[in-house]
């Protein structure tokens, strides 16, 4: 039986004119991360919102937004800790030490853009989702690109559009999806695809997996969110996500982390900005309706019932996601 939660606001960071595209927990959730549309990656305590350090991610004239920021899994020893990835919309790709605000590494993708990121879980590699319909994987090592997953063509099923989302799902497959509507695993033994599912459209960082689960935000004005398995190869859950008769038009969706995927969320834009569910029911237990401009970019910390929504007015807001037993308990404290 699913219990009772509310949805309880602890701050928000100031606003301002550069939207949050990006926003990601570090992996001890210690620090929240932001990529924005000034070209500045901006790093911010996680327990008081307070701001640490901002970094230009600049590499013309111009400065480009920061469509996607990524921690590196701290999981080679060897390897110096706490280092970001950051990418801009001119094809610039950064590489920056957290803890000290230095930049360790930067590359430029030639006359292209990158829109999207991750990592795969062991840190050793990483993929960038591009304009030119294309998801270039790249040895972390090296910072070499040691596979280039081709859009279609008469020969081989591929992207016909731009790729706005990609989620590693193991060592040797990567899911994406993008504005052909188009959901496709990759397998990097072959850099084939070997599942396709028509139906989202992706526009932003909007897809997640829990077991033979794709969690998907589709910007449309109906059926904006969705749940697909990966076996069966269909759609097996859709609604529409509606406030006093508004759509909201999704940008990001995720599930939460801490509990194993026991919840997930989905941001947009129109009508409510985010609404929170309960996994197994698929039954929403809230939603947050106050956020000027809409919700780019949400992430679920590593260890805690915490989220950051990254928002279009330039704020960075984090919200607790308990249960009314839990909120109980602290107000009589």
């Not at 590499?59 to 080679?76: G, Q």
């Not at 697909?228 to 859709?238: D, I, L, R």
């Not at 996500?241 to 759509?247: G, V």
């Not at 805690?304 to 984090?318: F, N, Q």
Request: charged fraction near 25%; include cysteine; aromatic fraction near 10%.
């Amino acid at each position: 039986m699913e219990k009772p939660r509310n949805i309880v606001f602890e701050y928000s960071t100031p606003e301002s004119e550069a939207q949050v595209f990006s926003v990601r927990w570090s992996p001890d959730d210690n620090h929240i991360a932001t990529g924005c549309s000034d070209g500045n990656l901006k790093l911010y305590s996680s327990l008081s919102g307070a701001l640490i350090r901002s970094m230009s991610c600049k590499l013309s004239p111009e400065p480009c937004p920061v469509t996607s920021v990524r921690w590196r899994p701290d999981k080679i020893i060897s390897k110096t800790r706490n280092v970001l990835l950051a990418i801009t919309c001119d094809g610039g790709i950064f590489h920056w030490h957290a803890s000290s605000g230095k930049i360790l590494h930067t590359l430029k993708l030639n006359e292209n853009q990158a829109l999207c990121s991750d990592f795969n879980s062991e840190g050793t590699s990483f993929a960038i989702g591009c304009k030119d319909k294309t998801v270039k994987v790249f040895d972390e090592g090296t910072k070499e690109i040691i596979a280039d997953l081709n859009e279609g063509n008469v020969h081989q099923i591929g992207h016909d559009n731009r790729i706005l989302s990609i989620k590693w799902l193991d060592y040797n497959y990567i899911l994406s999806g993008g504005w052909d509507n188009n959901l496709l695993v990759w397998d990097l033994r072959n850099n084939q695809v070997i599942r396709n599912f028509y139906g989202p459209r992706v526009y932003g960082d909007s897809l997640d997996v829990k077991g033979d689960l794709i969690l998907a935000g589709s910007y449309n004005i109906e059926e904006q969110l969705q749940i697909w398995s990966m076996s069966e190869g269909k759609c097996v859950f859709t609604e529409n996500l509606t406030y006093e008769a508004r759509s909201c038009m999704a940008y990001a969706a995720q599930f939460s982390r801490h509990d194993n995927g026991k919840a997930f969320a989905v941001g947009g834009v129109g009508g409510a900005q985010a609404y929170f569910y309960d996994t197994q029911s698929r039954k929403p237990f809230g939603v947050v309706n106050d956020i000027n401009k809409g919700v780019y970019s949400l992430d679920f910390a590593q260890n805690s019932d915490r989220i950051a929504l990254g928002c279009g007015d330039g704020a960075m807001k984090v919200f607790r996601y308990v249960d009314q037993v839990e909120e109980n308990l602290d107000l009589e404290d």
